[in-house]
């Protein structure tokens, strides 16, 4: 799977804001038409006060649940902290870990 970046993500939180009101009406919720052979969780931590950010992705293989992958990096934040707009923040650590993961790429 390859993961595009679908915008810029170095901007200010006025553009967050506008960007992601703008994306709003581009959601769509639908079921799957297969089931997947592969699922991938994420996540992200880090120290309050701290610039750093943790991504960490683990891909699993379904229906067993085996572990096929982990991938971490860090990388230094450039978004604030708002309630609302945490993907600003943290989905650029997500994305590199998951292109750097190999597993169904």
């Known amino acids: 799977m390859k993961i595009k970046n679908p915008h810029d993500w170095n901007i200010t939180p006025r ?30 931590s880090y120290n309050r006060g701290d610039d750093l950010l943790f991504a960490g992705v683990a891909v699993l293989r379904v ?24 993907s600003f923040r943290e989905i650029p650590p997500l ?3 998951r292109r750097e993961a190999t597993t169904a790429s």
Do not use: H, W
């Open 15 to 44: 553009e967050a804001r506008e960007l992601q009101n703008s994306l709003r009406d581009r959601l769509k919720f639908q079921a799957l038409k297969k089931t997947p052979r592969l699922v991938a969780g994420a996540d992200i």
């Open 63 to 86: 229906p067993e649940m085996e572990i096929v992958e982990t991938k971490t990096v860090c990388e230094r934040v450039s978004f604030p902290y708002i309630p609302g707009y945490l």
């Open 95 to 97: 994305f590199q870990a």
